[in-house]
């Protein structure tokens, strides 16, 4: 029997914030069970295993994470985009660990569930469309996307450890780090440059 007023969705929001409190890799459905008052067999009318519970997890956390980088570059190009882009980005991360490991871990997720699932389709487009505004294309477009994902992430994880030991406060590295994307899109290396394409 369904418990009343259970859903996938309740048991996913109920993992993606047991996530941010122990960590991603940490969360077992018992504990999410007992966050929600149930038995653990009751979880299972509504997700199917541990990995589909991560799997919507990363799928609700990469809705949110969208939702708040569109809302942060609405009307904005350029400089600007990519700061608030970049902001919107590290402010996730830092408020919500657990969700924002789901969107960086590869997982097996339910391609019915991913098709429907508006999240990581609007990450790409967000980040595209912002790209564009620098006038890079194919294949520029991809590296340029890949470098700043890198960046971004590569940032916020180091952070995350603790591994920026020195006095320097880390937020004026990261504004200095956004600055040098931004000059760095703004003077793209023309293809052949650079190496091999």
Not at 31 to 59: F, M, N, T
Not at 63 to 86: N, P
Not at 135 to 143: A, F, K, S, V
């Amino acid at each position: 029997m369904v418990r009343a007023g259970l859903s996938a969705e309740r048991v996913t929001i109920a993992g993606a914030d047991l996530a941010d409190e122990v960590g991603f890799e940490r969360i077992t459905m018992s504990q999410v069970a007992r966050r929600l008052g149930v038995k653990d067999a009751s979880l299972y009318a509504h997700v199917r295993s541990l990995e589909d519970l991560r799997g919507r997890i990363a799928l609700l956390a990469a809705d949110e994470k969208s939702i708040r980088i569109a809302e942060a570059i609405a009307g904005r190009a350029g400089r600007d985009a990519l700061v608030a882009y970049g902001n919107a980005w590290r402010a996730y991360a830092h408020e919500h660990p657990g969700r924002y490991t789901a969107t960086q871990t590869p997982l097996r997720i339910d391609p019915e569930l991913a098709a429907k699932a508006p999240g990581p389709r609007r990450a790409i487009e967000l980040t595209y469309s912002m790209l564009r505004a620098y006038g890079l294309r194919e294949p520029d477009l991809t590296d340029a996307v890949r470098l700043l994902r890198s960046t971004f992430h590569g940032f916020v994880a180091l952070e995350a450890t603790g591994a920026f030991a020195d006095k320097r406060a880390p937020e004026l590295s990261w504004a200095r780090a956004l600055d040098a994307l931004h000059t760095l899109l703004e003077h793209w290396p023309a293809r052949g440059e650079g190496g091999p394409r």
